[in-house]
């Protein structure tokens, strides 16, 4: 991330992202680099932001197409549910850190705030 130069960083859905949260977080705060990324853990371990789905809501939607698909429906006759809410968490410890100004706007609409 240093060497790049990188302005800003976004990480993508991936399993081996999954697992490195906690080190991502620290290494682009180390490196002065705001970065955004799927899940809240990494906001809690320093990361600027997140900006994803519900973690939570899909759970109910799982157990409602597994009851289905254990009581007989094909899985290819479900219908495809999707999220319908998306958080956004903000964390201002670490947008002050960066020198980071973070806007009004986007404050006001943050689902959590980590101060």
Known sequence: MGQLRADALVIGPDQLFSFTAERLA????RHAIPAIYLYRPFV?????????ADATEPHPLFRISAG???????????????????????????????GLTVPLPLFARADEVIE
Do not use: C, F, W
Not at 44 to 52: F, N, P, T
């Open 26 to 29: 620290a290494l682009a705060l």
């Open 68 to 98: 289905k698909i254990l009581h007989g429906e094909k899985p290819g006759d479900l219908p495809v549910q999707r999220n319908t809410k998306v958080e956004l968490i903000l964390n201002l410890k670490t947008a002050k850190a960066l």
């Open 44 to 52: 809690r371990a320093g990361g600027l932001m997140s900006y994803a």
